[in-house]
């Protein structure tokens, strides 16, 4: 006895498993098209002449092992009650092919006496669910009818629990995101942000780097708006396994799943009313509140001091450092330059007094780490611009970047010192790029310290910072390594050779000495 796999399922696995399309059974088995379509679709049923031939026509195609092992694992997946060893493949064929069909045979005389019964089961505290509610199939209408939840986001903004639920239990598992759809859903969702939406996502975190990092090229673009929650699930249960839930509040909620064992997502509940938008709503809430951890944390004004604690122990911890950022490195400036740059601003005594502790220390944590470990930078060649043509510098304090219009006598001790440190370490790497390159964002700084924690800074206009960020789940840093690596490998050597770099900077010395003249 088979459990529960009809005739039409069957068939068209095992069509997909010799590689074989329904017009090639027709004209084997010398039948109409039509007729098989019929077969596959559960619209008629063939009798046991055809299960031969079918069998027949199934065995002669099964051409390598990997068939055989699909077949085979169908076989004893479905199979229940007989233990039959020593059988041939063939055999195996016409079991599942008969068994199917028997149950499909049941199904329908099932179906038939339930639609004669004159009796309709009533429920007490039911809610009938609006004629917009729809079972949709297909990898492509699912994607289709999610999109479209979300696009309506677009227009329409409610006064409250503007939130958009979206689950990734599957890691953006490429049978159900290409990358074409994975881009048009973060274009999308950058749009409904605009329209004062909040995003959060579920996540299924694992050791998988891969996976993580295709997650985070989809996901850093939306980070940066400062409106994006992630929360990463505590409890892998097995019962969310290939099941995703988008919910848009007050407008919808898409509940997808797969169909059987051998595809990904290929089915969803597409539901428009009000009480089952609500209900899943509240069920996601739910999972979010007992069962996840909050892996970004953002700060403001009054909770800088938590930041800045956080970013100096982070610099002091031994271990590699990763970072890129459109201005030039905040911790290449002398402490004695810092202490003097920090005079010309119109920060408080006391401002003055932790930006000064603060960058200290996380000065001598950045030379104590090249002595042991990895620096690696990169920057757009508009910093040295603003830098030596500008003479503009954004320091950072306590309190954000203040912009500094300095000397060029200081800006030349600046790049003197920072040759000095490309010269001295080795564990310094360092790579100019002269135009926009693909996975770096504007206006955002990124600081990674390996095994610890990754800091954002994302700037406004004037370079007012909008919304700072950090991340600590384990997964995640080490996923924001293998995405910066994979970065600086798309970056051409001649861009990361350290002579040329500091001949760069030597001409730009020599440019600002002759300004003095």
Not at 431 to 443: D, H, R, S, T
Not at 486 to 503: A, C, E, F, R, T
Request: glycine residues 2%; aromatic residues 14%.
């Amino acid at each position: 006895m088979y459990n529960e796999m009809t005739f039409g399922k069957c068939l068209k696995f095992l069509l997909a498993t010799v590689h074989l399309p329904m017009s090639q059974l027709a004209k084997a088995i010398n039948v109409d098209n039509s007729l098989v379509s019929h077969w596959v679709h559960e619209r008629r049923f063939p009798s046991s002449q055809y299960i031969n031939s079918i069998t027949e026509f199934l065995s002669r195609n099964i051409m390598d092992s990997l068939q055989l092992k699909m077949v085979d694992e169908l076989f004893y997946s479905l199979k229940v009650n007989e233990k039959i060893t020593e059988i041939t493949i063939k055999e195996k064929l016409h079991i599942m092919l008969q068994a199917s069909l028997n149950y499909s045979l049941a199904c329908r005389t099932e179906k038939k006496s339930a639609s004669e019964s004159k009796s309709d089961a009533s429920f007490l505290n039911s809610i009938d669910l609006s004629s917009s509610d729809k079972l949709i199939y297909g990898i492509t209408n699912v994607f289709t009818a999610g999109i479209s939840l979300i696009e309506s986001a677009r227009t329409y903004c409610r006064k409250e629990n503007n939130v958009i639920y979206l689950t990734y239990h599957n890691v953006l598992d490429n049978s159900f995101f290409s990358d074409n759809r994975l881009s048009y859903l973060k274009e999308i969702l950058l749009e409904v942000i605009k329209n004062n939406w909040q995003v959060t996502f579920l996540l299924t975190l694992d050791s998988n780097v891969e996976r993580a990092v295709r997650l985070i090229s989809f996901i850093f673009p939306l980070l940066k708006t400062g409106k994006v929650n992630l929360y990463s699930l505590t409890n892998n249960d097995s019962f969310m396994t290939g099941k995703e839930l988008y919910v848009i509040s007050g407008i919808g909620a898409l509940s997808c799943f797969p169909t059987d064992a051998y595809t990904g997502i290929n089915c969803a509940f597409y539901l428009k009313s009000k009480s089952a938008v609500d209900v899943l709503t509240n069920y996601i809430k739910l999972l979010i509140n007992n069962n996840s951890n909050n892996i970004v944390k953002y700060y403001n004004q009054e909770t800088k001091d938590a930041f800045f604690f956080k970013l100096t122990d982070s610099n002091e911890q031994l271990g590699n450092h990763y970072c890129y950022n459109n201005s030039f490195s905040k911790l290449l400036i002398p402490i004695r330059l810092y202490q003097k740059f920090l005079e010309q601003t119109d920060l408080s005594l006391e401002e003055k007094k932790l930006s000064y502790y603060y960058y200290e220390k996380q000065f001598k944590g950045f030379l104590k780490n090249l002595s042991h470990h990895i620096c690696t930078e990169i920057y757009f060649t508009s910093a040295f611009e603003n830098l030596c043509k500008n003479n503009i510098i954004f320091l950072y304090t306590y309190t954000g970047i203040k912009i500094i219009h300095a000397s060029k006598r200081d800006i030349i001790d600046y790049l003197e010192y920072a040759i000095s440190i490309i010269n001295q370490y080795d564990n310094y790497q360092i790579a100019v790029i002269y135009q926009n390159m693909v996975g770096l964002e504007k206006n955002i700084a990124l600081s990674i310290k390996e095994r610890k924690e990754i800091f954002f800074y994302v700037y406004g206009k004037s370079r007012a910072v909008d919304t700072i960020l950090s991340l600590d789940d384990p997964v995640m840093v080490k996923a924001f390594v293998e995405y910066y690596k994979y970065l600086w490998q798309k970056i051409s050597p001649l861009n990361k050779d350290k002579k040329d770099i500091v001949l760069l900077l030597e001409s730009y010395i020599q440019m600002l000495n002759k300004e003095l003249r």
